[in-house]
């Protein structure tokens, strides 16, 4: 049998995401570096000063890359997080700076949803932009008491969500306009509804008890977390197209850590109920049992398996186009996921995996 510790493995994935990678920059990094700083809730000086170190080349203008969204310069949401919690003022104005650009410059379809910055008059719209903005803007919000940001957070993923939600199943597209003009791809993208949730769990977390978009946030929430349950395999995992099983579809890594991590950190704020409700209970263990599950995709040397190579509506858009995309050994996206999972499983009081 083999026994993880769950910070063990967090903060072991991150520094594997810098050996292999070569630094947190671009987005998959910004991920990984916001469960790091996910991680400083545990109020370990020695996490603290690793997520500080990690974060201020970035805040100091000292990391250059592309990108499509300008926050991700200043360290995206993890820099936000920090600067909230009080533990980088050095960030203020960066993340200001920053939230400023996505309100006033970003461009935007007929909705407001931000699109693709490199081919505006397309209109591309995808999922994934749910998570790179809308974590970040959440915190910005709250550490500089900016309503401003806040409603933008919630509209962003709001908007997205009612897009790209499919109804008969309540599961995410990736995007539009990509496989031709108004044609929503067909999938149902492990890592796209992975990033869905990521942005759906800060919302309904963090917005303030009062916020008038609290309610529709939680709802929202609740909705995804039905609706990713009923497709959770026997392992606790969910496949690189969700509807379909392990003979058609492969296990993915990524989407199943995200959607873990939203689902726990659920539990953590409550969203469930008393821990000795049933609803609690319940969604307790297939986190739990996921968890387990995902360790089975991980060795000793903190490798990280059946990761999907980057995709964005693939081919025509199908199921068929998503299934084809190969699952890659320790791709750029693996670490960032498992960080924010196993942290959480963390910060849940689970300090050991046993499989």
């Avoid at 970035?58 to 969204?69: D, I, L, P, S």
């Avoid at 104005?93 to 699109?115: F, T």
Wanted: proline residues 5%; charged residues 20%; contains cysteine.
């Amino acid at each position: 049998m083999r026994t993880a510790h769950t910070l063990d493995l967090a903060l072991n994935a991150a520094r594997k995401h810098l050996a292999v990678c070569g630094s947190f920059a671009g987005y998959p990094g910004i991920v990984t570096l916001y469960g790091a700083a996910r991680l400083t809730g545990l109020d370990d000086p020695a996490i603290l000063a690793q997520a500080r170190e990690w974060l201020l080349p970035f805040v100091r203008g000292e990391v250059t890359f592309k990108a499509n969204f300008p926050n991700y310069f200043c360290g995206g949401a993890g820099t936000a997080y920090l600067l909230w919690r009080g533990h980088l003022p050095e960030a203020r104005e960066e993340v200001r700076r920053y939230a400023e650009q996505i309100l006033h410059e970003a461009p935007r379809d007929h909705q407001g949803i931000l699109k693709m910055p490199r081919d505006p008059s397309r209109n591309l719209v995808w999922i994934d932009v749910a998570f790179a903005v809308t974590p970040f803007l959440v915190f910005a919000g709250l550490a500089l008491g900016e309503e401003r940001y806040l409603e933008e957070a919630f509209q962003q993923t709001a908007r997205m969500v009612r897009l790209l939600r499919n109804p008969e199943n309540g599961l995410f597209h990736q995007g539009i306009n990509f496989n031709g003009p108004g044609k929503i791809s067909e999938d149902h993208w492990s890592r796209g509804n992975g990033w869905g949730a990521f942005a759906l769990i800060e919302i309904a977390r963090y917005l303030p008890a009062d916020h008038p978009r609290k309610a529709e946030a939680l709802a929202l929430y609740r909705d995804h977390v039905e609706a990713c349950a009923r497709f959770q395999d026997e392992a606790g995992l969910w496949h690189q197209e969700m509807t379909e099983d392990g003979t058609l579809s492969y296990v993915e890594t990524s989407g199943s850590a995200l959607m873990l991590y939203a689902l726990g950190s659920g539990l953590e704020a409550g969203l469930f109920g008393a821990t000795d409700s049933a609803d609690y209970v319940a969604h307790r263990a297939r986190f739990e049992k996921g968890m387990r599950g995902l360790l089975a995709y991980i060795n000793e040397d903190t490798d990280i398996f059946h990761t999907c190579r980057p995709c964005l509506c693939p081919g025509t858009g199908t199921k068929l186009d998503y299934r084809a995309m190969p699952p890659v050994l320790n791709d750029s996206h693996a670490f960032g996921p498992v960080v924010l999972a196993a942290g959480q499983a963390r910060l849940l009081g689970l300090e050991t995996l046993a499989r």
